[in-house]
């Protein structure tokens, strides 16, 4: 487990099954994150965190997932244990 | 609409094609959920996976069963959304994978 916590950003759709069990995920082990819906944006600010998104992944499909320097997209949970030292 | 008669309509609609609603019911109602969310919010039921534009004839592609789907399930067993699977997927024959966005970037909402 790293020793200093994460910086956690999620980007997800308030209406997507697969960003939905990514939430969940982070709410089971307790781990904080800084969530964002994006299809409950408008205006420049979705622009905004659209542009964010497109940097992370160019596909901007969601859930987008930010682990400090890790980009994960989808729900992996094989991969999200292993980018948070969750075995 | 209730998310259990909609599950209820394309289950049976999804049969009536020879494919299934994906047999993990919680995912599906979440599926179901957000289906209703959009028809509620844009007027039409567009694929809750995917950011719409809010204007129908943009989303018209992504209006659900996209036009993806049966490519989707034709190469994976399942769509995008994992809504709509074949039946060899929801038997676990086949591999459950991430699909991948079929949707060319051109049509994504920004």
Known sequence: MPSEKPQIKLYTLSTCSHCMRTKRFFKEHGIDTDTVDVDLLTGEERERIMNEVRKLNPDCSFPTICIDDDVIVGFNEDKLRKALGIT | ?110
């Open chain 2, 1 to 110: 609409m209730t998310p259990e008669k909609l599950y209820e309509i394309l289950s049976a609609y999804a049969v009536s094609q020879g494919i299934r609603l994906n047999k993990d019911k919680p995912f599906v109602m979440d599926i179901m959920q957000g289906l209703l969310t959009n028809g509620a919010r844009y007027g039409y039921r567009s694929c809750p996976c995917r950011l719409a534009w809010g204007v129908k004839d943009k989303d018209a592609d992504i209006i659900c069963p996209c036009v993806y789907r049966d490519p989707d399930i034709k190469e994976y067993g399942s769509c995008f959304c994992g809504l709509y699977v074949s039946i060899p997927w929801n038997e676990d024959k086949i591999e459950h994978r991430q699909v991948p966005e079929r949707r060319p970037k051109e049509k994504r909402a920004t």
